[in-house]
């Protein structure tokens, strides 16, 4: 099984920043891509961005020029730095990961989420 924990969530005010982080763990071969959704109460779950193991990322229009997705692969770790921070963004995050666990097994895993609230 491969294991995704997050954290960095909480509380802040407006206009402020937080940084994601999310590590990976278990049976990994290989990772594809990694990447970031959210989900708030009431609403679908949402891509905000992902990265893929060669750098190349996609990001929701609702954060561009605002968060920034990155990883290091020797760790399995993804990040998402959150700039400028609205209400809106407000939402339980899930870190996801896409990958093999060996040649012929893959893998597609889900955190348990991390909350965070944005105050006006």
């Known amino acids: 099984q491969v294991q995704l924990v997050e954290s960095g969530g909480g509380l802040v005010q407006a206009g402020g920043s937080l940084r994601l982080s999310c590590a990976a763990s278990?049976?990994?071969?290989?990772?594809?891509?990694m990447g970031w959704y959210r989900q708030a109460p009431g609403k679908q779950r949402e891509l905000v961005a992902t990265?893929?193991?060669?750098?190349?990322?996609n990001y929701a229009d609702s954060v561009k020029g605002r968060f920034t997705i990155s990883r290091d692969n020797a760790s399995n770790t993804v990040f998402l730095q959150m700039n400028s921070l609205k209400p809106e963004d407000t939402a339980r995050y899930y870190c996801?990961?896409?990958?093999?666990?060996?040649?012929?097994?893959?893998?597609?895993?889900w955190g348990q989420g991390i909350q965070v609230t944005v105050s006006s």
């Open positions: 996801n990961a896409k990958g093999q666990r060996s040649l012929y097994s893959l893998f597609d895993s």
């Open positions: 278990g049976s990994i071969f290989n990772i594809n891509t």
């Open positions: 990265i893929t193991s060669g750098g190349s990322t």
